[in-house]
């Protein structure tokens, strides 16, 4: 079974925007493309606002996935026709990459991940949430430009 988890990305106007990892969302698998997401955050690379950062985890995701796009125009695509991934992993109907829109907390993820893009923390958290009762978040670690998160595993 897959580990999901969930990404918040708060900024210092008090705006969040979420995002839904279907796969990998322990750690290991989702620390290093939210470093990244980060990394560029904290050398100003991206703004430090929630919406015009956002699109770039997004981006960050679909590089995961070797996501390549394709220029097709609706012209070029018979009008029944269902995109389907093939070997390239090219356009699918599915997900462009590892991480998608949300638009509330799901119920079944293991993890939660706060980007502060305020302080340029990453939180990451174990969850109880069911989808149903309290939401019991424990704190594991934050990863901060002095403190990074490594996995201990390597």
Known sequence: MSTRCQVVVRDSFGDEIMFYRHS???PEGAMPTLQKFM????????RDNAEQSSGWLILIGAQEYS????????????KDTV??????NKISGWK?????????RHGNIEY????????????????????EGP??????FTDSE????????E
């Open 146 to 153: 002095t403190d990074p998160w490594t996995d201990k595993e």
């Open 67 to 78: 996501t390549e796009l394709e220029t097709v125009t609706w012209e070029q695509v018979p």
């Open 24 to 26: 990998d969302g322990y």
């Open 135 to 140: 939401v019991n978040d424990t704190l594991l």
């Open 83 to 88: 995109l389907e991934p093939n070997e390239k």
């Open 96 to 104: 462009c990459g590892a991480y998608e829109p949300a638009v509330k």
């Open 39 to 46: 990394g560029w955050v904290r050398r100003g690379i991206i």
């Open 112 to 131: 939660l991940y706060v980007l502060d893009l305020k302080d340029k923390t990453i939180a990451c958290y174990k969850t109880g949430f069911d989808g």
